[in-house]
């Protein structure tokens, strides 16, 4: 009896394990391939003191600006300012600000707007520990004013 059992303890474990391995569960922080429309796109998102702007051009392109901010311990800030064209597939945008060759910016568009930035602070261009890594907000929908540079 005991050994019937163990046998269908194994059994029904081996099966689980084959539907488990063959249905792997996407990953939270995987993009997806749905398309998002310029309503859902355009906008200004916001996380802590940092902001994109973000405009659907048409043709898979967005009008991007990034402005960031690091407020350091003695209360100063340091900034860092990007702008330019990203191509967009699906809801994924990428976007290499102008005038930088190690920088690229990684735009998914969700619920909210979930950044990740490969390359330094200088290597995009931006004031000391200026990153655009985080999960922005969207807080103004709609056609977004974009800021000229200093």
Request: positive net charge; aromatic residues 8%; contains cysteine.
């Amino acid at each position: 009896m005991i050994v019937r059992s163990l046998f269908v303890f194994i059994a029904l474990a081996s099966a689980v394990l084959c539907v488990c391995a063959q249905e792997a569960p996407k990953k939270p922080n995987q993009p997806s391939s749905r398309v998002v429309t310029a309503s859902q796109v355009n906008g200004v998102y916001r996380y802590y003191k940092n902001e994109f702007r973000i405009l659907a051009l048409g043709n898979n392109k967005l009008k991007v600006q990034f402005d960031g901010v690091y407020m350091t311990a003695s209360g100063t800030h340091n900034l860092g300012t990007a702008s330019g064209e990203a191509s967009i597939e699906g809801n994924v945008a990428k976007f290499k600000p102008s005038d930088t060759d190690h920088c690229e910016i990684t735009l998914i568009f969700s619920n909210k707007l979930r950044v990740t930035q490969e390359g330094s602070d200088a290597d995009c261009g931006f004031g000391h520990n200026v990153i655009a890594d985080g999960t922005y907000r969207k807080i103004r929908g709609g056609k977004p004013k974009f800021e000229s540079g200093p």
